[in-house]
């Protein structure tokens, strides 16, 4: 087998991150069996992570290094990283009486405070880095004053100090989610200010973008036949509008569809495309989407009422189930 670049993206999806968390956490079990190394993580198996907004957070997670203990180890496990979700998206994604009335539900403010997601990034990644992080990386967000994508790679951070930021800052620009969160403003190490909203708005499946990034700057700008990419999504529900319904909604009745449409829409033709691409060249096997439908959870991207984080851990196990031949097979790239 050639010695492949070896690819993991993670799409975006708010509280949704538990479905790739459980697809990752069930992928570091298998790669810790057939290695016979158990403790053998997720970014030991990979050359480039990228993620966009939830997918941005659990990409910071899977390459933060044990600074304290092992700098040159990860420090979190994949059920360390869906933990995130799981024992801190109720307090993330909780809101006051007070923030509900002033927000008008996120019409006229941002939903929710970004203390507690900003406290539980901290906690998670201190004053890490861009630079420190174990691997190569990319992730999303859009600078909403130079009106143009802004890609945060830890090679590139590694190269100049331009491009180094704080790990938690990035993790916080790239989860800017419009309505959810305020749009973050991030200082690079050199103090340059770049005011942030989630990637999600033009890259929520960031699969596209990781392979541009491989193709231009990797050594020998390896082509998609020298490339195996793992995507994987944050689960989808195909809500339908009807005609006689939308076709006379205003601005306040269109803003929670376009943001569904827009998501679901841009990570579908991005598969679509990597798809295309790899069959092109004959090596189809050497792309997997892993993605797949809610059966008991609520798509909303912030409902983490206790039920649904269940429910969103019920249906990310039963897509890794779903999808465990596939994934069993796409493991021989990885070893």
């Known amino acids: 087998m050639p010695n492949l670049t070896r690819i993991l993206t993670i799409d975006g999806g708010g509280i949704r991150g538990i479905i790739p ?51 040159s180890r990860p420090r979190f496990s994949a059920q360390e990283a869906v933990d995130l979700y799981l024992l801190k998206g109720g307090k993330i994604f909780d809101t006051s009486l007070w923030q509900k009335v002033r927000s008008g539900g996120g019409i006229s403010d941002e939903k929710y405070d970004a203390k507690e997601l900003e406290d539980t990034l901290e906690s998670y990644l201190g004053d890490l880095k861009l630079s420190q992080l174990l691997k190569p990386c990319l992730i999303t967000a859009y600078d909403i004053e130079s009106r143009r994508a802004r890609f945060f790679t830890q090679h590139d951070a590694k190269q100049k100090e331009m491009h180094d930021y704080l790990v938690k800052d990035v993790a916080r620009a790239t989860s800017a989610a419009p309505t959810y969160f305020e749009a973050q ?6 103090g340059v200010p770049y005011p942030c909203i989630d990637g999600g708005v033009f890259a929520n499946n960031p699969s596209l973008c990781a392979y541009a990034e491989v193709r231009k700057k990797f050594e020998g700008n390896p082509s998609a036949k020298d490339m195996a990419i793992l995507s994987i999504g944050t689960g989808y529900v195909k809500k339908s509008y009807e005609y006689k319904d939308a076709k006379d909604w205003g601005m306040v009745e269109w803003i929670k569809p376009l943001i569904d449409i827009m998501m679901s829409g841009v990570s579908e033709t991005v598969d679509y495309q990597m798809a295309q691409i790899y069959d092109a060249v004959g090596q189809s096997d050497q792309y997997l989407r892993i993605n797949g439908e809610l059966q008991l959870a609520d798509p909303d991207m912030d409902n983490a009422s206790q039920d649904n984080l269940i429910a969103l851990k019920q249906d990310g196990t039963r897509i890794t189930e779903e999808f465990d031949s596939q994934l069993n097979s796409f493991i021989e790239f990885l070893l």
């Open 185 to 190: 403003r991030l200082l690079s190490v050199t």
């Open 21 to 71: 968390g459980q697809v990752l956490l069930v992928l570091e079990g298998k790669l810790q069996k057939y290695s016979q190394n158990p403790d053998a993580r997720i970014s030991d198996f990979f050359d480039l992570i990228a993620g966009t907004s939830t997918g941005g957070i659990l990409t910071c997670i899977y390459l933060c290094p044990d600074i304290k203990g092992n700098p």
